[in-house]
């Protein structure tokens, strides 16, 4: 048994391949044994009703059935492929694999002491199956996510966006087995939206003081947008193998609610891999 654990979500698809690729190749740099996951929402939560006797039974009932059995087929090619992934990585020793039939809400619950979800850029972008799943993870259970798009891993150029916010800083701690002797590291900093009182805690420095004593000397890139700082983020971490940053938002009745900003990152479709913490 591992001391740490990663979440890998899946669906059955071929979406899966770049989580699963990503998570096999994060487990050992976090120490972690990896548990696949494959959520889905009790039918029987959702089916409306269809009136009265034994006509409409009869209809909720195939319609169930039908539901259910679409789950199955996906469920276990989630799970095939989970299989395949982590014995060809030899991790088959520490693994498992879980399917959830819950609300994304009470799914979620599943990231606790976990230290990050692995999932994919459609579902980080709110779009697809475990778009509300990875949503609770981010932003009501804490727990933080990596979103595979591009770049090495183990990453050796990392970009981190840094305002000194309370997000921010639980990002770079989660990010933290990653910053090791050797590897690149740019924080990237903006003035745009500070107002006084933010701007001791936004200085880069504090960041670079707290990853010298792990044998890396940080640079500092000052980011002035004209448009979107989502936008000149991504383009100022072009390049790098990772981007860390806070994701700022509120969870309101199963809707999320993000900043501009975290929008920006969560519906990238190219550049840095993203670790994004709440």
Not at 39 to 45: F, T, W
Not at 76 to 90: S, Y
């Amino acid at each position: 048994m591992k001391p740490e654990r990663l979440l890998v979500a899946l669906q059955g698809t071929d979406a899966d391949t770049a989580p699963l690729e990503a998570a096999v190749r994060l487990a050992p740099i976090f120490d972690a044994d990896l548990r696949g996951v494959f959520v889905e929402p009790d039918p029987a939560a959702y089916m409306l009703w269809t009136g009265p006797g034994a006509a409409g039974a009869s209809v909720v009932s195939t319609a169930l059935d039908a539901v259910r059995e679409e789950a199955d087929i996906y469920a276990k090619a989630a799970i095939a492929r989970f299989e395949t992934a982590v014995e060809a990585a030899g991790l088959s020793d520490a693994a498992s694999f879980r399917r959830i039939t819950d609300s994304p809400a009470e799914a979620a619950e599943q990231a606790r002491l976990v230290r990050m979800l692995v999932t994919c850029p459609e579902a980080a972008a709110g779009k697809g199956p475990l778009a509300d799943f990875t949503a609770a993870c981010l932003v009501d259970e804490g727990c933080p996510l990596f979103v595979p798009r591009g770049g090495a891993i183990a990453p050796r150029t990392i970009a981190v966006a840094w305002d000194g916010s309370k997000e921010a800083a639980r990002a770079a701690f989660a990010a933290a087995p990653f910053f090791t002797k050797g590897v690149k590291v740019s924080i990237l900093h903006s003035p745009k939206k500070l107002d006084y009182n933010d701007r001791a805690a936004a200085a880069p420095n504090r960041l670079a003081n707290w990853l010298r004593p792990r044998g890396i000397e940080a640079k500092a890139v000052e980011v002035n947008p004209e448009g979107s700082l989502g936008a000149a983020l991504l383009e100022a971490a072009a390049g790098a193998d990772l981007l860390v940053a806070g994701a700022y938002g509120q969870s309101r009745i199963a809707q999320f609610i993000f900043g501009g900003v975290t929008r920006s990152l969560l519906s990238a479709t190219d550049g840095p891999s993203l670790l994004i913490a709440h």
